[in-house]
């Protein structure tokens, strides 16, 4: 399971920013910080968490676990004891970082001031004050790590009944874990720790506020009265052994290069021309939790001053080639531009499908696509007999008996008049039997817009190859085209960018997906 830790390089700064400002004090409150904070969430927030802080964004459907509603004044992330408000600062390493293993994201890429303001303005939203505050909880100096406190750590483990929720091996899966529900009647899933998932944070002093803490509004119980320091220091260190040095951590900005080469850009991914371009990995962020999911995707990009070429890279377990009954899905994955090539990553629309006014451009390649190529998959592919067991009456001329020379085979919907064919013939592109290309060029400007381009307008190519447990994809488009909604590439540019990838066999589907952040793609 170690795929988090190619991604190192790409997050580990990510780790830092800001962090001198997670330690200092809040500025003041001012009207002006307060209106600020106000704007930011409308724009940042208010699409998961609502417009009053009630959970209810629009983006809350899609989301699991659901997005925190501040109005109970119950937060996860504290060094507070359980019950209590956090401290300002736990607010803003929550915005700095995000919390791994849900869908907040890292907004580090906000100004110090910005994130204050937000502060301010989600306390407000929980009605906490001041004097509300109790005791800030000092975490003790770390004792060493033996094999004495992973022993004594895994009997508290058991004695405590971490596994009932958690399982034997840390891995999510205990008798309790399909029964859990939050304080507001929505299911929850207990943490994997052998992902390195930590979300409050992966540093051992993180894990002990954990514990000491609790984490309000979920099962999550604290042991302050329960563990002596000792214990609970040794409780940290066996549930740090599961995953060994994994740290799980948000997605944030960073910059995919575009390699300038000579010669004609490959379409192949097995192409040894791969190997000479650097490659980024960059964590995902699941939309829709579950204990296996690929924990990062690895970008390589070039360009030979016409064309550009993208080779995306991702760990999937299985396969999914069905896809016709209603219960499949497949496997895919996409790149999205943002049409706004503009505006500062801060100023962007949401990442997830654009907004009104602010459209994104995105390249969807899908498995069910590219095996259409070799030939139209129909429903005949899933139901090869479905002519003679639904007409019975037909039998003669359709036996059961497949393999008698007068049974007559199933013509596919390309072979039809597509007047006849009522999807074709509407001009409904998803019902057009004949595939362009295995990529599919759309746009979109928020939830529920997702519009296929024109025909005509389709020049995004692609293939997939499946190689030892991982995804190989390769899109190819020329740098400018002429969709009037595509976005327009160029040598020695900076354009917004982001990447997501859907596992059929785990049922992703439209929002249940792995995604990341905003990147800045730069071509050479």
């Known amino acids: 399971m170690g795929r988090i830790c190619g991604g190192i390089a790409f997050v580990l700064c990510s780790l830092f920013v800001g962090a001198s400002a997670q330690g200092a004090a809040p500025p003041k409150l001012t009207p002006e910080l307060l209106k600020q904070g106000e704007a930011l969430y409308d724009k940042q927030c208010a699409v998961c968490h609502g417009a009053k802080g009630r959970g209810d964004g629009r983006a809350a459907d899609f989301l699991f676990p659901k997005p925190r509603n501040f109005t109970k004044g119950l937060f996860k992330i504290r060094s507070t004891p359980g019950g209590s408000p956090p401290t300002d600062q736990d607010i803003f390493r929550t915005i700095n970082n995000g919390i791994p293993g849900s869908a907040m994201p890292n907004f580090s890429y906000l100004s110090e001031g910005e994130r204050w303001g937000l502060v301010a303005f989600i306390k407000k939203l929980a009605e906490i ?18 094999s004495q406190t992973l022993v004594k750590g895994k009997e508290l483990y058991k004695k405590m009944k971490c596994w009932e929720c958690h399982g034997f091996e840390g891995r999510g899966d205990g008798p309790s874990a399909k029964q859990l529900f939050d304080d507001w009647g929505f299911p929850i899933l207990p943490n994997d720790f052998t992902r390195g998932i930590y979300k ?8 002990y506020l954990r514990l000491t803490t609790g984490m309000d509004g979920t099962p999550m119980p604290t042991y302050e009265d329960l563990l002596k320091e000792a214990e609970r220091w040794a409780l940290v260190h066996y ?15 960073g910059t995919v290069v575009a390699k300038r080469v000579s010669g004609a850009v490959p379409r192949d991914a097995l192409d040894p021309l791969w190997r000479r371009v650097p490659e980024t990995t960059i964590p995902f962020m699941h939309l829709w939790q579950r204990r296996e999911a690929a924990d990062a995707i690895s970008v390589r990009a070039l360009h030979d001053g016409r064309k550009i070429a993208f080779l995306l890279e991702w760990e999937d377990w299985e396969v999914n080639s069905k896809f016709l009954r209603h219960k499949d899905f497949t496997d895919s994955a996409a790149i999205m531009f943002s049409l706004s090539t503009d505006l500062p990553i801060s100023e962007q629309p949401l990442f997830a499908m654009g907004e009104k006014g602010r459209p994104v451009n995105i390249w969807y390649w899908r498995l069910d696509r590219q095996m259409d190529l070799a030939g139209f998959q129909d429903i005949e592919t899933a139901y090869p007999n479905m002519v003679s067991d639904d007409y019975l009456l037909e039998a003669v001329r359709y036996p059961k008996d497949v393999e008698n020379p007068s049974h007559l085979p199933i013509t596919s919907a390309a072979a039809h008049d597509p007047v006849f064919i009522t999807g074709w013939g509407a001009g409904n592109p998803l019902s057009i039997p004949m595939r362009p290309s295995a990529v599919e060029d759309l746009n979109a400007v928020g939830f529920g817009t997702l519009t296929a381009q024109p025909q005509g307008d389709q020049d995004v190519k692609g293939r997939g190859l499946y190689v030892a447990g991982r995804w190989k994809v390769v899109f190819v488009r020329e740098l400018r085209s002429k969709g009037l909604f595509d976005v327009q590439l160029k040598s020695g540019g900076q354009f917004p960018i982001t990447f997501a990838v859907w596992d059929g066999s785990k049922g992703d589907r439209d929002g249940q997906k792995g995604v990341t952040g905003w990147n800045l793609l730069n071509l050479e």
């Open 200 to 207: 409050g944070g992966g540093k051992p002093s993180d894990v």
């Open 129 to 146: 004050e001041e004097e509300d505050l109790e005791r800030v909880i000092q975490v003790p100096p770390e004792p060493p790590t033996t």
């Open 239 to 253: 549930v740090k052994s599961l995953a060994g040095p994994k740290v799980a951590v948000q997605p944030t900005t």
